[in-house]
């Protein structure tokens, strides 16, 4: 099960600035860096941060991601309509040995 | 252009077993790590299992230990997962994914997935 909680929705409107939260423990987000990734409707994820806050060649600017303690955020400003998707944070987790996704955060354009 | 993509799924009976695979093209495989990770209908993302490049490093999720074997062969850049025992709740899709050559091959970032080959288990 899933050790990396985030809130089941968010929402704005086009051009609005919107925030997910993903906490985690001292073994998961407070030990490693933070992914983050945007799944579109019957798509396959794709990434959009690394290493807390790194974004691969590609992603827009408009996302951002950060991470303090054992809980991390990622920020999407200037919404748009494509952004809606499910989103969701993840880290290795030392207790577990194993990688863990957060519980994912559905955002809405409104 | 990097590219993995699964096959092997199908509708199986509870308790049987099933293989997947994973075919890598555009990369180095053998010098790559790769990833496993599920996906049940209307669920969220679960992690499955990792292996190392050179196949001496394998970790699982709890879910899975002891039923799930993860492998690959470099001499034909596939990579595999031996699923036994299944159950109702391994129904899912099933994606491969490649990590980002950036980051920790375990622990970091997933910049490459497949389309998914989906699994269904039931009587």
């Known amino acids: 099960q899933s050790v990396l909680t985030q809130p089941p929705s968010a929402s704005g409107t086009p051009g609005q600035r919107v925030t997910i939260s993903c906490s985690g423990s001292?073994?998961?987000?407070?030990?490693?860096?933070v992914i983050w990734y945007q799944q579109l409707p019957g798509t396959a994820p794709k990434l959009l941060i690394y290493?807390?806050?790194q974004r691969p060649s590609g992603v827009p600017d408009r996302f951002s991601g950060s991470k303090s303690g054992t809980s991390a955020s990622l920020a999407i400003s200037g919404l748009q309509s494509e952004d809606e998707a499910d989103y969701y944070c993840?880290?290795?987790?030392?207790?577990?040995?194993?990688?863990?996704f957060g519980t994912g955060t559905e955002v809405t354009v409104l | 252009q990097v590219q993995v993509v699964e096959s092997g799924g199908g509708v199986v009976q509870p308790g049987r077993s099933l293989r997947l695979s994973c075919a890598a093209s555009g990369f180095t495989f053998s010098s790559s790590g790769i990833h496993w990770v599920r996906q049940a209908p209307d669920k969220g993302l679960e992690w499955v299992a990792v292996i190392s490049h050179d196949g001496n490093s394998k970790y699982y999720a709890d879910s899975v230990k002891g039923r799930f074997t993860i492998s690959r062969d470099n001499s034909r850049n596939t990579l595999y997962l031996q699923m036994n025992t299944l159950r109702a709740e391994d129904t899912a899709v099933y994606y491969c994914?490649?990590?980002?050559?950036?980051?920790?091959?375990?622990?970091?970032?997933?910049?490459?997935w497949g389309p998914g080959t989906k699994v269904t288990v039931s009587s």
């Open positions: 290493k807390n806050n």
């Open positions: 993840a880290a290795w987790d030392d207790s577990l040995n194993g990688y863990v």
């Open positions: 001292s073994s998961s987000i407070g030990g490693n860096t």
């Open positions: 994914a490649h990590p980002s050559p950036d980051d920790d091959y375990a622990r970091g970032g997933l910049d490459v």
